[in-house]
């Protein structure tokens, strides 16, 4: 991880080893992490620089603040449906825009702890990472970082996922139909390579997804994938239908 990290900034190796410290599931039971005076002694940095590595992760929806009683892991649970279960394509074909995709970053993994239990996976099992920008109209409108299990899909990822559609790979080819998906949605302010990547300014609001999705696999109903997209505020809105 040195190594990954050596030429960036003191704050931004602390806000990612504290974000592989909270994927690892290492901190305690109450979800509550380490004083800013602490993260000073373990990482050996400045107060400044933990202050401003917790700020970004409280900003990215990773943590969030009690006054009086520390700063605290943000869960998922609670989840509930928001919208319909739709591709980030095929929302922009409903807002009448023209899609595109870029793919970031494709790569198998061993699942940490936080995806393993998201997707019910047991240690050691492989995740496939696809970390893709979808456009509208050639402007950038989403960043998600999405994981796939591979013993449900082997092979998966030997598909081009900057040209194929997730859902359409899952369902067509795998014969995995997609029941549902579990989401969160929050506001948080948009930091580092998200914002790079929507060319936003580091600060600039965006609304964060947290999901699960769900599909039947050999007659079960199971997770099948988990994901975060982060979407620019200014160029998407979100509505829910409501029935009596």
Do not use: W
């Amino acid at each position: 991880m040195e190594d990954t990290y050596s030429m960036a900034p003191k704050y931004y190796v602390v806000k990612k080893k504290i974000i592989d410290m909270i994927n690892s599931e290492e901190f305690s039971d109450t979800g509550m992490i380490p004083s800013e005076r602490e993260l000073m002694t373990m990482f050996h940095v400045s107060r400044i620089t933990a202050r401003r590595a917790v700020d970004d992760l409280v900003n990215e929806g990773y943590l969030y603040r009690i006054q009086g009683k520390g700063t605290f892991i943000k869960s998922d649970e609670g989840n509930y449906d928001l919208v319909s279960i739709m591709s980030c394509t095929e929302d922009i074909v409903r807002m009448g825009m023209t899609p595109s995709k870029k793919l970031i970053c494709s790569t198998v993994m061993e699942a940490d702890k936080v995806r393993a239990k998201k997707l019910q996976l047991i240690n050691g099992d492989k995740v496939l990472m696809l970390k893709r920008v979808y456009y509208a109209n050639e402007e950038p409108l989403n960043y998600t970082t999405a994981y796939l299990p591979c013993k449900i899909f082997p092979g998966i990822e030997n598909y081009d996922f900057g040209k194929e559609s997730i859902y359409n790979i899952v369902e067509n080819v795998y014969g995995v139909k997609i029941t549902k998906a579990h989401r969160t949605l929050e506001a948080v302010l948009v930091t580092d390579e998200v914002a790079e990547c929507l060319e936003l300014n580091l600060g600039d609001p965006v609304i964060l997804f947290n999901a699960v999705t769900m599909g039947m696999v050999n007659g079960k109903e199971v997770p099948i994938e988990t994901f975060k997209s982060y979407y620019r505020s200014d160029k998407f809105k979100f509505y829910i239908n409501q029935v009596k």
